[in-house]
């Protein structure tokens, strides 16, 4: 029978290994850190995720709502609900001599998106959805303080968007 011995790294190989680990967490640390966070983007994602939600209720015959609020300090409209439908732009006049206007990133059909407007009056429409079915309501926009109901009437392709 031979003599088999196993194979022990030596200090120097551990040594190395270690050093490429705390290499590599710093790598990912500096990286994590110079990634731009827009709290914009943000906020404009969580209304459409919990939009979703709402609009979901009304496709099970319920009835959801939504609405944008912004915490104190927040410039008033900052935020927009707004219906495309298969349009490409909205424009608003921002109430102090500024017209902003509205372009979704992506073209889809009955497209609804949460919109904001930059400091400098630029609008930016990032969060989007294609709905099932169109919108019929008697605003093309909601903003901040808005309260709205939303429905799908039975045996309808359309979901109702109304002001509450």
Excluded: H
């Amino acid at each position: 029978m031979k003599n088999k011995k196993a194979w022990l790294p030596s200090k120097e190989l551990i040594e190395l290994i270690l050093a490429a680990a705390v290499i590599f967490v710093l790598i990912f640390v500096l990286v994590s850190l110079l990634v731009v966070w827009n709290p914009e983007d943000e906020t404009a994602k969580s209304y459409l995720d919990t939009l979703n939600k709402e609009i979901a209720k009304a496709d099970d015959g319920g009835v959801g709502e939504f609405e944008i609020w912004q915490p104190e300090g927040r410039e008033e409209g900052k935020y927009l609900l707004i219906y495309f439908g298969d349009n490409v732009v909205y424009t608003t006049d921002d109430g102090k001599g500024s017209i902003v206007k509205y372009s979704p990133k992506k073209i889809q059909k009955n497209n609804l998106c949460v919109c904001y407007t930059t400091e400098t009056y630029e609008g930016v429409c990032d969060s989007c959805v294609s709905l099932k079915y169109p919108v019929e309501s008697d605003k093309d926009s909601f903003v901040f303080g808005e309260k709205m109901q939303i429905t799908k009437p039975k045996g309808e392709d359309k979901y109702v968007f109304k002001k509450v």
